[in-house]
């Protein structure tokens, strides 16, 4: 059996790799699509994410695999409070919908669960730092990982106004969650032991 | 469950990062473990006694 120390490096390479490809499939089939005549094949493309999504999700079920017990548990129970309260939303909004709420999609249940999925491992995690005695230590990780994102990314906008080319939010977003991950992945394989 | 994991680990001057690796669990399992927070499945605890060569009720008691 793999060491269990080396689970969160493992995740973090196949999450990563998945989420490239969902980005490049995601970003790739608008510039391919209006090359293709064939309608079965534009079919096959513009359904292309749904593979990085499948392969993301069995990252996430292959680092489950490699996780001890008490990971395990606190996995699954993360992920069961997620799914309650993604039902008790999913379920509520239809009426919220008839006082005028807006209509929402089925990608939205799956950012509710993402987002309350996070959440309650933050929480679980918390709870095991401050049970170590580590709570200001990781506080002080925390506040660094912030600055060092925030301060990042202001300062790949001001470079890209200097430039004359002012830089769109999506393009902020999704480079300071490239600042995000490459910290992530510092301290995941910095570290000797298990991170997870 | 009440355990005298951390005493048994501190009279060999382990720490919990030295208890996680023979026991191919992390950090953190062993400070829940530790702490009472977490009691283990049986293989684990078959496995801490016998690492420790001790009986399981020689490390746990009924809380």
């Known amino acids: 059996m793999a060491p269990v120390s080396q689970a969160p490096r493992r995740y973090f390479i196949e999450f990563n790799v998945a989420m490239l490809l969902y980005i490049a499939t995601v970003v790739g089939r608008k ?35 490699r996780m001890d017990e008490y990971h395990k548990l606190q996995l699954l129970e993360a992920l069961a409070f997620s799914a309650a309260v993604t039902a008790v939303v999913a379920a509520s909004w239809q009426f919220l919908e008839d006082v005028g709420f807006p209509h929402l999609q089925m ?22 730092k401050v049970s170590e005695g ?11 990982t912030l600055i060092y994102v925030a301060v990042g990314t202001f300062v790949f906008a001001l470079i890209g106004g200097w430039a004359g080319m002012p830089t769109p ?18 301290f995941i394989f910095s570290k000797k032991s298990s991170a997870c | 469950m009440l355990n005298k994991l951390r005493e048994l680990r501190g009279e060999r001057d382990w720490s919990q990062a030295d208890l996680a690796e023979k ?12 702490t009472g927070r977490y009691d283990p499945s049986l293989p684990l605890a078959f496995a801490i006694a016998k ?3 001790l009986r399981i009720e020689e490390i746990f008691q009924p809380g």
């Open chain 2, 51 to 53: 690492l420790f060569k």
């Open chain 1, 31 to 65: 510039f391919v699509l209006h090359q293709v005549a064939d309608p079965t094949l534009r079919d096959l493309i513009l359904v292309s994410p749904i593979l990085p999504v499948i392969l993301a999700a069995l990252a996430v079920y292959r680092f489950y695999r």
């Open chain 1, 134 to 144: 580590r709570a200001a230590q990781t506080l002080r990780s925390v506040a660094a």
């Open chain 1, 107 to 128: 990608i939205h249940a799956m950012l509710v669960m993402m987002l309350t999925w996070a959440a309650a491992a933050l929480h679980m995690g918390w709870k095991d």
């Open chain 1, 169 to 186: 939010w999506y393009v902020l977003a999704l480079f300071a969650t490239a600042l995000f991950i490459a910290r992530m992945g510092f």
């Open chain 2, 23 to 34: 026991l191919n669990v992390s950090r953190q399992t062993v400070n829940a473990l530790e």
